[in-house]
C-alpha cells in the first residue's frame, strides 16, 4: 500500500525562491567556496627582480617584500619559476610511490577539491595526522597534484578563491606539521595568486568509468535571480542512483525539468546510455550557460530549442537543450517531446511552484498516446518536510501515483554528508 501524506500546508510566496526565510520556503544548503576562518590576505603583483617571496612559518599570510640585506643570502628560493616549471617534473617512480602511499587521503582530496566542496569538509585533521607521522613530503605532492595541478584544475580552472584559500589551508597544515616550508605549495600559490577572481568557475565530478563532467558554475549559490547556476546536492544524489539504475535510462528518450546547470544529465549521458536526452529550464540565464556545459562535455546543442543534435561518436545520445517552463507549457510542446523517462532534481524547494511543477507532470501522463505511460524520478533535499508531503499530496490529487526509492549509500560524489535526501519514483 502506498504512503499517504498528512494535509499539506500552504504558505505565502516568499520572493526569492530558495532563500531560508520562513520554515516553509527552507533553501539549500550553502555551497563553496567557504572556509572556517577568512582568507588569508594575499597580495596579488608579483614580486619585482630581487624581491622575494617571505617564508611564512605561520602561512596564514604569505607576503612579498623587499628582502632585508641584513639577512644575508635567502635560505628559500626567489620569486617563482616561470609557469612552465610550476608543475614539478617528478620521476614517474616517486610519483607512483607517493600515489600509493596516499591513495585514499589523495582521492579524497581529489574528489572534494575538483567538485568544489566547503573546505571545512576536507579531512584536514586526518592530513595533519598523517603529515605529523612522516617525514618526506609526498603525501602533500600528491594532493597537489590531484588538486590545483589536477589536469582538470589546469583545463578548466576552479574559482581563484577557492584555490587561493584551499592552498593557504595546505600550507598552514602542512607547516604546523612541518617547520620546513614546502617550495611546491608556494610555487601552486603564485601561480593562482595571479589568477583573476570570476563569478564563474569551473567544477569537476569524477565518474567510475574514469571519465568526468566538467561544468561552468557560478560562484554564489543564488545569482541572476536563479538558483539554477549551480550543482544542488539531490542533482548529485539522483546521478548516483543513475549510475546504479543505467538500464531505466538505456536507449530511452529522457526529459529534465529545470536541469540548471546539467550534472544530473550530463552523467546520463555519458555513462547511462539514453537515445534522447532533453534538458529544460526556464530561466534564460540558465539555458545559456546549460548549453555551454553541455558543450564543455562534448555534447554540442543547437540553439535552445532545435531538434536534438547527435552526440559524440555513433552511439552517443542525440541531446537538446529546450526552454520549458511548467507554468507555461502547451500540450503541443510536451507532445512533442514524448519521454519515455522524466527526471527532476531538487525542484521541491519552493511550496509555490509544485502545483505548476504537478501540472506539467499530468499534461506530459495525458499527452501519451502510447499505452506505456512514462515513468518519473524527482530526487529532493528534505529542507521542510512539509514541502515534500505537499508535493505528495499534489500528486495524489492528480491522480499520479508515487514511491519512495529505498535510500542509497553515498559512494561516489561529494555531497554534504548531513543532507537528507531522497527520491520518489511517480507512475504517470
Ligand atoms: C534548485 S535548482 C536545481 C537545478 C538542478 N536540477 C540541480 O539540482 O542542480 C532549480 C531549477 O529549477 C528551475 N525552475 C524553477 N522554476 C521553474 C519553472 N517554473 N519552470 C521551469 N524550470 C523552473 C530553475 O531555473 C532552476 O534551474
Not at 620546513?180 to 595568486?193: I, M, Q, S
Not at 568509468?209 to 560562484?219: A, K, M, N, Q
Not at 540548471?260 to 552523467?267: E, K, S, Y
Request: glycine share 8%; hydrophobic share 35%; aromatic share 6%.
Amino acid at each position: 500500500m502506498r504512503p499517504h501524506s498528512g494535509h499539506a500546508h500552504r504558505r505565502p510566496r516568499d520572493p526569492t525562491p530558495a532563500t531560508p526565510t520562513d520554515g516553509h520556503v527552507t533553501p539549500p544548503p550553502p555551497r563553496p567556496p567557504r572556509v572556517t576562518r577568512s582568507c588569508p590576505r594575499l597580495v596579488r603583483p608579483r614580486p619585482p627582480p630581487g624581491h622575494a617571496i617571505l617564508p611564512a612559518t605561520r602561512l596564514a599570510t604569505p607576503t612579498f617584500g623587499p628582502r632585508d640585506p641584513a639577512a644575508g643570502p635567502p635560505a628559500r628560493p626567489l620569486w617563482a619559476p616561470p609557469p612552465s616549471v610550476l608543475v614539478p617534473a617528478r620521476e614517474p617512480a616517486r610519483m607512483a610511490a607517493a600515489s600509493r602511499e596516499s591513495a585514499p587521503l589523495g582521492l579524497v582530496f581529489e574528489r572534494l577539491f575538483l567538485a568544489g566542496r566547503r573546505l571545512p569538509t576536507f579531512p584536514w585533521t586526518r592530513l595533519e595526522e598523517k603529515l605529523k607521522n612522516s617525514s618526506n613530503s609526498t603525501l602533500l605532492l600528491d594532493i597537489l597534484q590531484k588538486t590545483v595541478l589536477h589536469p582538470l584544475s589546469v583545463r578548466h580552472p576552479p574559482s581563484a578563491k577557492y584555490a587561493r584559500c584551499f592552498l593557504a589551508e595546505l600550507i598552514r597544515r602542512h607547516e604546523s606539521a612541518h617547520a620546513e616550508p614546502l617550495d611546491e605549495l608556494y610555487e601552486a600559490l603564485a601561480r593562482v595568486l595571479t589568477a583573476e577572481d570570476s563569478p564563474q568557475c569551473h567544477r569537476s565530478y569524477l565518474l567510475p568509468s574514469g571519465d568526468s563532467v566538467t561544468l561552468c558554475e557560478s560562484t554564489a549559490i543564488v545569482s541572476q535571480g536563479t538558483t539554477g547556476l549551480v550543482t544542488w546536492d539531490a542533482a548529485l544524489y539522483l546521478a548516483e542512483w543513475a549510475l546504479g539504475n543505467p538500464a531505466v535510462f538505456r536507449d530511452r528518450t529522457i526529459l529534465e525539468l529545470g536541469s540548471g546547470a546539467g550534472l544530473t544529465g550530463l552523467v546520463v549521458c555519458k555513462a547511462c546510455g539514453p537515445d534522447v536526452y532533453v534538458f529544460s529550464d526556464c530561466h534564460g540565464r540558465v539555458l545559456q550557460q546549460l548549453r555551454r556545459n553541455l558543450g564543455l562535455n562534448g555534447f554540442p546543442a543547437g540553439p535552445v530549442g532545435s531538434a536534438p543534435s547527435p552526440g559524440p561518436g555513433p552511439r552517443g545520445p542525440r541531446v537538446a537543450a529546450v526552454e520549458l517552463d511548467w507554468a507555461r507549457t502547451t500540450p503541443g510542446q510536451l507532445t512533442a517531446l514524448r519521454p519515455d523517462v522524466i527526471l527532476a532534481a531538487d525542484v521541491l524547494y519552493d511550496p509555490e511552484v509544485i502545483p505548476c511543477l504537478v501540472g506539467v507532470l499530468r499534461k506530459l501522463s495525458a499527452c501519451r498516446a502510447d499505452p506505456s505511460p512514462p515513468e518519473g524520478y524527482v530526487a529532493y533535499t528534505v529542507r521542510d518536510p512539509r514541502t515534500c508531503r505537499l508535493f505528495q499530496a499534489e500528486l495524489d490529487k492528480a491522480g499520479i501515483g508515487w514511491e519512495t526509492i529505498p535510500s542509497h549509500r553515498q559512494t561516489l560524489f561529494p555531497y554534504e554528508p548531513h543532507s537528507r535526501m531522497g527520491i520518489l519514483k511517480l507512475s504517470l
